[in-house]
């Protein structure tokens, strides 16, 4: 309870999730000039549970897809970690901001639990979102 702090027992049904943002790609392409960008993807779940341990370069690196000029396609795998974060540490800002804001966008899974406390009787409201709290 938000208010008296007790504990509550709830068990969630499938059924009862829904998820935001769905209208949102999975992949955002952001162009650094007119020949070349960078294809970045929704962070993998693994991903998401390091996300609060990772600097936002770091996250960024992590969700590259690919990167591409007019003749060529690089895929992440085929490029070293330090050569990943040199790239992104010498990109403009104004795509990395494009970037970021794709990265705020992620759908979550949502579920909202209202309930009246047993102890205190308090009206609550629970959003239950994010990876950290469906494998708590």
Not at 86 to 104: G, L, Q
Not at 108 to 129: D, Y
Request: charged share 30%; hydrophobic share 40%.
């Amino acid at each position: 309870c938000g208010d008296c702090e007790a504990k509550i027992n709830y068990q969630m049904k499938v059924t009862g999730f829904e998820i935001s943002d769905l209208e949102e790609k999975d992949t955002k392409t952001v162009m650094l000039n007119d020949h070349s960008g960078i294809v970045f993807k929704f962070p993998s779940a693994e991903t998401h549970i390091q996300a609060s341990e990772l600097s936002d370069m770091e996250l960024l690196v992590k969700c590259i897809d690919n990167i591409f000029t007019e003749d060529e396609v690089m895929q992440v795998e085929d490029i070293s970690l330090e050569e990943l974060n040199e790239f992104i540490e010498r990109c403009p800002v104004k795509p990395m901001n494009e970037a970021i804001e794709f990265f705020s966008k992620v759908p979550t899974l949502v579920h909202i639990k209202e309930f009246n406390c047993s102890e205190c009787g308090k009206e609550n409201r629970v959003a239950i979102n994010g990876i950290e709290h469906f494998f708590a």
